[in-house]
């Protein structure tokens, strides 16, 4: 793949989470393109090993894990298989996440109808599911803390590496609709600064980045109709992005690189950098 630009990674072994989805998957092929060996986990180990042998073919070295990052078991047996064919953990990328239709209300805001509907499918803030939010949170939140525990150990033994998570427009500015998902991400940003501070004087940064509004597989049906044509809330959204457009994935990769380079980014922890294309800066007037 072509990068903005290229920082060097060489020597640097890294682990990406959720790598087998379309935002993740090219951040590792970037990390990969910059010279580190990258170990792609995902729950689906079909989608890992994809990404892996597209790196491969390409010239680096890349190996596919399936891993339920909510289970530290699993993750313990990815830590050993990392570290058996590439080597300790020097970079974390904690991609894994999502939402849940538990924890999502079917309207933008209450109505005096939702408080007598008995529709199971017109999910209102009184009757949504508290381990449909559980769920959401554990994802989110839990899966970034259960695998920085696993795999951050090597780093603080050797006093460097880098944390990159993946927060959200959502952690700034919550959606209709997504409770569980904006708080969730609010929180994955809080835990970043959290652990930007603690784990300074073990010689690690912590940062995170937060996509604004992309195209994925997660989102596609909310956000085009089956003819590709937008939905009414893509056009909200587009409305609310200076930029009037959506993002790609590769409009990630320079915020990535950059946090990534102890050269270019050294003195840089704690941060959560928008790549929103203005959505966060617009006031809508």
């Not at 935002?23 to 970037?30: D, G, Q, R």
Request: proline share 5%; charged share 15%; glycine share 10%.
């Amino acid at each position: 793949m072509t990068v903005p630009f290229k920082v060097d990674l060489s020597g640097k072994v890294a682990v990406v989470t959720g790598g087998g989805g379309i935002l993740c998957s090219v951040m590792a092929e970037a990390i990969a393109e910059c010279g580190a060996k990258v170990a792609i986990l995902d729950l689906r180990k079909d989608a890992a090993d994809k990404v892996a042998q597209k790196i491969n073919a390409a010239g680096g070295q890349a190996i596919g894990v399936a891993c339920n990052v909510l289970e530290r078991a699993e993750l313990e047996a990815a830590l050993a298989t990392v570290k058996a064919e590439l080597g300790p953990c020097d970079i974390l990328v904690n991609g894994a996440g999502g939402n849940n239709p538990k924890g999502t209300t079917a309207g933008e805001v209450m109505t005096k109808e939702d408080l007598t509907s008995n529709d199971p499918d017109k999910r209102n803030f009184f009757t949504l599911d508290p381990k449909g939010i559980e769920f959401v949170f554990n994802l989110n939140v839990i899966s970034a803390m259960l695998t920085t525990q696993v795999f951050s150990k090597d780093m603080c033994a050797k006093g460097q590496g880098v944390i990159i998570n993946v927060s959200s427009m959502n952690a700034f500015r919550p959606l209709t609709k997504i409770p569980a998902y904006s708080a969730a991400k609010a929180a994955v940003s809080n835990f970043t600064q959290w652990l930007a501070v603690h784990l300074a004087p073990m010689g690690i940064r912590v940062n995170a980045i937060a996509p604004g509004f992309f195209l994925t597989d997660q989102n596609r049906s909310l956000l085009t109709n089956p003819d590709g044509s937008l939905t009414p809330r893509s056009h909200k959204i587009l409305n609310g992005t200076p930029m009037n457009k959506f993002g790609t994935p590769e409009d990630l990769l320079g915020a990535l690189l950059w946090l990534l380079s102890d050269a270019g980014a050294g003195f840089v922890t704690g941060t959560v950098i928008p790549i929103d294309g203005g959505f966060s800066a617009y006031s809508g007037v």
